[in-house]
């Protein structure tokens, strides 16, 4: 008695929905997000979360000998990601009135974590991550990464409100069909590869901010068969452990923005020298 997986049948079916990364300014935050799903009132006025704005359904056959089935089997999607850039700079209305840098890139634990919650860990759905249908398994996973920085940030060495003028903000995930089988035997049949990244700057016109220029992407590198080859992601395959992404990343935000003044949260007397003249009117 045994159960089988097909490798050949082993694919990823990707919908991408309307998803393009944008960005929206609300009345006292600034979001950065995929679009297809994001609601400003539920984010920022009802503390949701955007819904998913894109998905991907992994899938493949099994043989399951003579009273075998796929209980005691683990299959879902498990998901990494990696902080490449996190930061957000602020400036005052004139020159003298200062500018913020605030780091958060600095406050993760790692830049590399698992993507997951502690209700479904190390999965991205929570169970049932799969469902079995006749000999073929299908593995659901969808997303909708989103940042939220404040507009305002206090420059408290100027003792005075500065504004949002750059955000950078860059993602890098990897989306993992895998299979761990009852005695803990872990496959990883196939994956996806995707990014999302802001670079964008304000200028602050009438009081609110007014995007100047932004290079915001959302892209599908690709997806192939088996684990991703990344030499840096081998061992959180081999055991992805907390902690996760999100939780670091909102303590980090958190430590950040709200912290003491040092690597992650530096206040300036005057502004840094990329800020136009004409940032505030």
Not at 251 to 260: E, K, N, V, W, Y
């Amino acid at each position: 008695m045994s159960v089988v997986i097909n490798a050949a049948s082993v694919d990823f079916d990707l919908i991408t929905n309307k998803a393009v990364a944008d960005v929206t300014a609300g009345n006292r935050i600034v979001v950065f997000h995929l679009t297809e799903g994001f609601d400003l009132f539920k984010v920022e006025d009802q503390g949701a979360e955007p819904t998913a704005a894109f998905s991907g359904i992994g899938h493949f056959k099994v043989a399951l000998g003579a009273g075998d089935s796929l209980a005691g089997w683990k299959i879902g999607v498990v998901q990494l990601a990696k902080l490449h850039e996190g930061s957000a700079f602020y400036a005052g209305r004139i020159r003298n009135e200062g500018s913020v840098s605030v780091i958060f890139k600095n406050a993760m634990p790692s830049p590399l974590l698992l993507d997951s919650r502690k209700d479904r860990t190390p999965f991205t759905r929570p169970a049932p991550q799969c469902q079995l249908d006749g000999n073929e398994v299908t593995c659901p996973t969808s997303d909708h990464p989103a940042l939220k920085v404040p507009k305002e940030q206090r420059n408290s060495g100027r003792n005075i409100q500065n504004f949002l003028f750059h955000v950078l903000d860059d993602r890098e995930f990897w989306s993992v069909l895998t299979a761990i089988d009852p005695q803990g035997k872990r496959q990883h049949l196939a994956h996806f590869h995707w990014q999302i990244s802001h670079n964008v700057k304000f200028n602050w016109v009438g009081g609110r901010p007014v995007v100047a220029s932004k290079n915001s992407t959302f892209t599908l590198h690709g997806k192939a068969k088996g684990p991703p080859p990344d030499a840096d992601l081998q061992g959180l395959l081999a055991d992805p452990q907390p902690p996760q992404f999100n939780e670091a990343a909102d303590q980090a935000m958190l430590q950040s923005f709200r912290g003491a003044r040092g690597p992650n949260l530096r206040e300036n007397d005057f502004w840094f020298n990329n800020v136009p003249p004409n940032f505030f009117s």
